[in-house]
């Protein structure tokens, strides 16, 4: 019998990751085609995942690149919809919210295909943020919404959306646990007495004075900061005149692979950041966080001072960082996502 067929959509560099373990847990059950539609191309950004998580290679390159929202998004949308009308997926695989996301989901549904959506029901409830309004509308348009909290599933109530709510859990929990257990993290020492940083929200980025003020609050830290500098921070850096020799105490390094990064990580003392994927994997390798934003979508997270919300006000970086945390085990699922993801698309639809 002929399997069934999954499109997934991936462009930015934490849909790889999460394409990873997903494409494990489904390639014996699924044909599964990928298109990467070019929102992340530098090779840093995107070879490389593919390159040492031994990944299929997309079967599609739509090399869509940097544009304005509107643009960059009605391309992939161009693009897609004639993969999508020539291939007949079963299902069109969707993760997180990033334009690629959104651009996946709407072709779908306009084509009338089943939309699958990994990590639904997020919320900051600041649709400043274009991530929150891609996830809305997606998660609007979508038939299966897999979840990985209580709370995801009660944000989506609150918006009307009961069918077809599965909690799995996070699939990047899968990831990490994989890692841990391959021992891929703990042979990769890297040295310790430092905190870790990535940053790359356009509200920390896209204005010089405030980037020159988190920039100088690193800088201000404790301890050495590790920096794995964004290329959307790389480039405002450079638009800014904001020297990296004016920043003694951070240490400037490239986007890094996924093993690479999670190392640092492990073997830092903390993490300052603005990331999603970050926030949850600092609090399954139980790492204090400080996020640098004034929300969380992953509100568990920020329990028992395992991550704190920090903004407008810089100054106590240090002192937070040395608040103790407390870190729950079970914290969005027992990393078997992709298993039950997997079983679920067999039997839904
Ligand atoms: C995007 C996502 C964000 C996600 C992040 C993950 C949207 C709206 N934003 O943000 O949700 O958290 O990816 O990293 O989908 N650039 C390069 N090389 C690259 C990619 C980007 O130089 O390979 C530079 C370009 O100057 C580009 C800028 O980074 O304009 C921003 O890239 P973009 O994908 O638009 O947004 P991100 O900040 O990466
Ligand atoms: N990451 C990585 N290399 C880096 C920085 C981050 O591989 O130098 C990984 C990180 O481990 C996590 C994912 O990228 O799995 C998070 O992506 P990002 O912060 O770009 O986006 P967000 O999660 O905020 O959407």
């Given at each position: 019998?002929?399997k069934k ?6 462009g ?15 390639e ?25 998580m031994k ?8 090399d869509?690149?940097s544009?304005?929202h509107?643009?960059q ?30 651009a ?5 549904a306009?084509?009338h ?8 029901g ?8 274009p991530e929150?309004?891609?996830?809305i509308?997606t ?5 299966l ?16 959306i009961?069918?077809n ?7 990047m929990?899968?990831?990490?646990q994989?890692?841990?257990?391959d021992?891929v ?9 430092y ?5 790359h ?5 896209d ?6 003020h ?10 050495k900061v590790?920096f794995?500098i964004?290329?959307r921070?790389i ?13 003694s ?7 890094q692979g996924y093993?690479?990064?999670l ?7 903390g ?5 999603g ?11 204090k966080?400080?996020?640098i934003?004034?929300e ?11 991550n ?6 810089l100054?106590?970086l ?17 990393g078997?996502?992709?298993v ?10």
């Amino acid at each position: 019998m002929n399997k069934k067929k999954i499109i997934a959509i991936v462009g930015a560099r934490p849909q790889f990751i999460k394409h990873f373990p997903f494409e494990k847990a489904v390639e014996d059950s699924f044909e599964l085609i990928t298109i990467h539609t070019g929102q992340h191309y530098d090779d840093y950004m995107s070879k490389i995942f593919f390159d040492q998580m031994k990944m299929q290679r997309p079967k599609y390159m739509l090399d869509i690149g940097s544009r304005g929202h509107g643009a960059q998004t009605g391309l992939m949308m161009v693009e897609i919809e004639k993969i999508v009308e020539e291939e007949k997926p079963d299902w069109i695989v969707v993760y997180g919210d990033t334009n690629s996301t959104l651009a996946g989901a709407l072709v779908a549904a306009k084509l009338h295909i089943p939309i699958a959506h990994i990590e639904a029901g997020l919320r900051s409830f600041n649709k400043q943020m274009p991530e929150e309004v891609n996830r809305i509308m997606t998660d609007h348009i979508s038939t299966l919404l897999l979840v990985p909290s209580a709370t995801a599933t009660k944000n989506l109530k609150n918006e009307g959306i009961v069918d077809n709510v599965e909690v799995v859990g996070d699939i990047m929990k899968d990831l990490v646990q994989m890692s841990i257990n391959d021992d891929v993290i703990p042979s990769r020492k890297f040295s310790s007495d430092y905190y870790y940083a990535t940053l790359h929200r356009p509200y920390n980025t896209d204005e010089k004075d405030r980037l020159k003020h988190v920039l100088q609050s690193l800088n201000g830290l404790d301890k050495k900061v590790i920096f794995s500098i964004h290329p959307r921070t790389i480039n405002a850096m450079k638009k800014f005149g904001l020297d990296r020799s004016s920043y003694s105490n951070i240490v400037f390094i490239d986007p890094q692979g996924y093993f690479d990064n999670l190392s640092y990580l492990y073997y830092s003392d903390g993490l300052i950041t603005d990331s999603g994927g970050m926030q949850k994997e600092a609090y399954w390798l139980k790492k204090k966080c400080i996020t640098i934003r004034t929300e969380s979508e992953w509100v568990e997270t920020l329990e028992n001072n395992a991550n704190t919300l920090v903004f407008e006000d810089l100054t106590s970086l240090t002192e937070i960082m040395n608040i103790k945390g407390q870190w729950n085990d079970s914290l969005y699922g027992k990393g078997d996502c992709g298993v039950q993801i997997n079983k679920l698309l067999q039997v839904i639809k």
